[in-house]
């Protein structure tokens, strides 16, 4: 909606310090990005300030942080995680992450599954007569 698309913009305006100086087509890939997210349930500044970090210290570009906020979104999805957690999360491992620049990504999201795999084998272990608490993968 046009609410959700001025959201985004005055969102990434004061969350992402190089969208002011990006070119009218990738600040329209970022700001449906942010609108995307956001009907997801991920908050515009959040997104924002992924969107800031993965173009800023990871060295993408509009399209490859675009693609890289939609795999995160969809490790969420796959792991059962609430997308403004694994948004959340992404900010906070980011200072760590950075130093990998783009394959950044790819690390979060394998160890997202990592964690989830071991939240699962603990709770198998505290409950092993009960298979049905085990939380689906």
């Known amino acids: 909606s046009m609410q959700d698309a001025q959201q985004s913009i005055l969102a990434l305006h004061s969350g992402m310090s190089s969208f002011n100086t990006m070119n009218k087509a990738d600040q329209q890939v970022l700001t449906n990005t942010t609108a995307i997210m956001s009907k997801l349930g991920v908050d515009a500044q959040t997104s924002a300030s992924n969107l800031d970090i993965l173009t800023k210290s990871m060295g993408m570009n509009a399209k490859e942080a675009d693609k890289a906020t ?21 900010a906070a491992a980011a200072p760590a992450l950075s130093a990998h620049g783009e394959a950044g990504v790819q690390i979060f999201r394998k160890l997202a599954a990592q964690s989830k795999l071991l939240i699962n084998l603990i709770l198998l272990k505290a409950q092993p007569k009960q298979p049905e608490n085990l939380m689906r993968f």
Do not use: H, N, R
């Open 70 to 90: 939609k795999e995160i979104a969809a490790t969420a999805q796959a792991l059962g995680v609430s997308q403004q957690k694994m948004a959340a999360d992404f």
